[in-house]
């Protein structure tokens, strides 16, 4: 059953407040993921539908809301999303690749799977902590993650977790993240980027 309400309080930059219902009543709970469209903001004495559910504690929440005007989304794959997750596979798969064909340090590999594993990671504790309402992860460090060669475990992330997957300006930056890394990974295969990669590891070692 769903219900209406208006947004009361609202915390744009912690992601959620609570919606009056037009009934009366006990305000009820509502974080940026219950709404089906993210990319429109939240504002006070907007109006919403939602259906009610409870949290973790037994409280009431807001879940599958839609501000005045959005319709509720078909349930169907997200195949923009998918195409992400198989786009950074693929990428992987070439690094890969690389390491055996173009003569490329099996260094390089091991750096892009554990950035993606730690940016997986730091996707997840983000996302659990806007839930809470607790400490957030900067998205300059997520970027940077994205940047040092963590972006197709962002990808992974972010269809997976569904989070930061609809935040316009995140998500330019993210994908300029992306750009500079693969222009960077490209550089390495030629002649003088290998040679610099290697010149550089045994510098190290």
């Keep these: 059953m769903r219900s209406k309400g208006t947004i009361t309080t609202w915390n744009d930059e912690k992601g959620f407040g609570f919606i009056t219902p037009v009934s009366g009543g006990q ?23 939602y259906a009610v559910s409870t949290d973790a504690k037994g409280r ?13 989304p078909e349930r169907k ?3 923009n999303s998918s195409l992400s997750v198989v786009v950074a596979a693929c990428f992987l798969a070439i690094v890969g690749g690389s390491v055996l064909a173009a003569g490329l340090p099996p260094l390089l590999l091991a750096v892009y799977m554990v950035a993606s594993l730690l940016t997986f990671i730091a996707y997840a504790v983000d996302k659990s902590a806007a839930r809470k309402g607790a400490w957030r992860i ?15 475990g962002a990808l992974a992330a972010q269809h997976s977790l569904r989070h930061k997957s609809k935040k316009q300006s995140f998500r330019s930056v993210f ?7 693969c222009g960077i990974f490209i550089w390495l ?17």
């Design 175 to 181: 994908w300029l993240t992306v750009l500079v890394n």
């Design 27 to 49: 305000g009820v709970f509502v974080h940026i993921n219950a709404f089906s469209n993210r990319q429109r903001r939240p504002e006070i004495n907007q109006l919403v539908t």
């Design 60 to 72: 009431p929440c807001a879940i599958k809301a839609t501000l005045a005007g959005d319709r509720l």
């Design 138 to 152: 900067s998205e300059n460090t997520l970027h940077l993650l994205a940047l040092t060669g963590g972006w197709p």
């Design 189 to 205: 295969l030629t002649p003088t980027g290998g040679g610099t990669l290697r010149a550089l590891i045994a510098g190290v070692a």
């Design 77 to 79: 794959k997200d195949l």
